[in-house]
């Protein structure tokens, strides 16, 4: 642990009726840096997000956030601290439009009383144009989220992420489904992102991994396997045993 | 594209606004007074219709147990019509204390000698029995069909209670109002019956807009979104908590006006208000009428209940086969309810039925590259 960490991960242990979801898990990142953790299925990738964001509480051991704890803390001040998160599948409104999916991100404060009282800022109004330029909806601003293809709804959600602002971005399988030339863009705007934002980015996809070109975390059995570069983590024994497979003798 | 509104030209939403108003100020003339009396009570209990649609149309809450706000709202003005009509009666109470041998006035009759407390009190005190009961249950992340028992067991909670206390609020027989005073004149005559109308008319209109302006914007978009996908919103930074303890404490206001209303245009209130069919039905109204449309909820209200009584009166008796039909045609058929479907694909589907055609939406350009592919 160090002054730079953004967050740091100590002795995560999750049990779901005596099942470890996570075990002893240890995980920290720096500032501005872009991670990517993969892990076989069951590894306890989703359930790490899960205790981040404050869905499942940790059996054992602490999350620290910018100096704060998060153990404890309700979902929605998680993410008013600057922990903001993309799910697997994308989730955006589908009775909205675009615009009114953008709104309900970049509105600050999210108090009831701000909402229904005043209209949005100007300056949010630009912050939406300039996402919908980002991830290429400018055309679809007025259309329900529902009618969007699978690509466009990941992409807006990612635009919602953004939207947030939040200081620490966990993106879940944020490829999946998508062809190879809209994986590769969202390779380069996550890649983008870092540096001024940590990006944390779950996924199985390894040609896209690989191109994230950042430091890997392993996940298996609910902890951290062995961190590295790609090529680190490739040539890493206990890493192929598990998850990249043995070569056939 | 379920929830696409239809644009209407200016001039037909003026024209409809004028017809509109005029016919509330002629109904008055032209209907008989029973008729005119049926009508202000169905258009009072639009009111608690539109509450419905807020929480259960917007925000997916839905809610059994709508009839304790609307009965609080009722014994509100009851209470405030029997006490300052009680002057000639023993010790200044109202009449049905003697029965019971009660002397003194129980300590919370007292507030209601004041109009101005009753006026507030007939939507605030609904919405803070909601907002309290609604806390405590969103605070708990009961939703979905655990939150529908729940709010019907307060209901007979409620509704056990205010059967049960003769001495406080004359238990099972209710409150009468139509033979107290208001303004020097019998709450159960015809003119009076007249102004509640109007009264009825005006206060549809206006919670119409307030709850339009409720769910118009940013607010009303949170309330679709906890609807669809509530950890979303909560990931998202907003507490769905407290959205959905205001809207439900707006839906119990708005449910204590109906109530109000209901009750000095129908003489009477009693814990009738909070049995378990009336707060379903209440539920029906807003399906059959449309949910997330507002309009549906008044439309649906006014026009059930007065099939209910017209059917009622030539075949006394059927009235629930009719609606329970209505409720089952409308969940496998309609699911949108009759506004939601006339709004959607609903009536160009049905001329499609009939052999017409029905345009295909398209990209322009896609159509240009057809005709490109054609020509290769």
Known sequence: ?249 | MSFSKIKFDKKIVLSFWIILIALIIAAPTLLPVFRLNLLGRYLSLSIVALGVDLIWGYTGLLSLGQGIFFALGGYCAAMYLQITSSSEFPNNIPEFFALYGVEKLPFFWEPFRSPVFTFFAIWIIPALVAGLIGFLVFRNRIKGVYFSILTQASLLVFFNFFNGQQKLINGTNGLKTDVTELFGQMVGSESMQRLFFWVTAILVIASWFFAKWVVKGRFGNILIGIRDDEPRVRFTGYNPVIFKTIIFSIAGGLAGISGALYTVQSGIVSPQFMTVPFSIEMVIWVAVGGRGTLLGAILGAVFINYAKSLVSEALPASWMFIQGGLFILVVTALPEGVLGWMQGDGPRNLLQRFGLKRKIETYPSLEVNNKEGNNE
């Open chain 1, 1 to 249: 642990m160090n002054n730079n960490d953004l967050l740091n991960l100590i002795d995560i242990t999750v049990s779901f009726e005596g099942f470890l979801a996570l075990n002893k898990l240890n995980l920290n990142l720096e500032k501005g840096e872009l991670r990517a953790v993969i892990g076989p299925n069951g590894a306890g990738k989703t359930t790490f997000l899960d205790v981040i964001t404050g869905k499942v509480k940790p059996t054992k051991g602490e999350v620290i956030f910018k100096g704060k704890s998060l153990v404890g803390r309700k979902e929605h001040k998680i993410a008013r601290l600057g922990v903001g998160r993309k799910f697997q599948s994308p989730r955006i409104f589908e009775n909205l439009t675009v615009k009114e999916n953008l709104e309900i991100s970049v509105t600050t404060p999210k108090s009831p009383l701000n909402l229904i009282n005043k209209s949005i800022k100007g300056e949010q109004l630009n912050e939406i144009e300039r996402l919908l330029k980002i991830v290429n909806l400018a055309q679809k601003v007025d259309s329900k989220a529902g009618s969007l293809s699978h690509g466009q709804k990941q992409w807006l959600e990612i635009a919602m992420l953004v939207g947030q602002k939040p200081d620490l971005m966990l993106v879940d399988e944020p490829v999946a489904g998508l062809t190879d030339e809209e994986t590769d863009l969202t390779a380069d705007l996550l890649k983008s992102l870092s540096g001024e934002n940590t990006v944390v980015v779950i996924d199985h996809d390894m040609e896209f991994i690989r191109r994230l070109d950042s430091n890997v975390s392993v996940l298996n059995q609910g902890t951290v396997l062995c961190e590295g570069t790609m090529e680190t983590i490739q040539k890493d024994k206990k890493v192929i045993d598990v998850y990249l497979g043995r070569p056939e003798d």
